[in-house]
């Protein structure tokens, strides 16, 4: 099962100190848990991660990628995005068979 990370690094974790690693972590964990392989779509990213779901579109877009999960740690990290570009959020969801949400 091939897969990508999508993390928010504004969403707020309560009485976590940095969001970013908890979320990280939590996903990462599910990955080994479920040996799903982590996909890289751009060599020249830095992370085995996104953070900007407009990038993850571009690149699923330019490679005519269609991958069997998206991994975002909770439904509530990308509500607002998904509130704001409807549009752009349906087309993100195309590109996956299945969202699973780690929390």
């Known amino acids: 099962m091939e897969g990508i990370m999508l993390i928010n690094k ?13 979320q990280h972590t939590q996903l990462t964990d599910f990955v080994r848990k479920h040996q799903i392989q982590l996909k890289v779509l751009n060599p020249y990213q830095l992370h085995p991660f996104y953070t900007i779901p407009d990038a993850l579109l ?10 069997d999960v998206l991994l975002i740690y909770s ?6 995005y998904e509130y704001i570009f409807p549009d ?7 590109h996956f068979q299945e969202v699973r949400y780690v929390m």
């Open 10 to 22: 504004e969403y707020s974790i309560p009485f976590t100190p940095c969001s970013i690693t908890f």
């Open 75 to 80: 439904a509530d990290v990308f509500k607002q």
């Open 88 to 94: 752009y959020w349906e087309k993100l969801m195309n």
């Open 58 to 67: 571009y690149d699923l877009k330019r490679r005519n990628h269609t991958l």
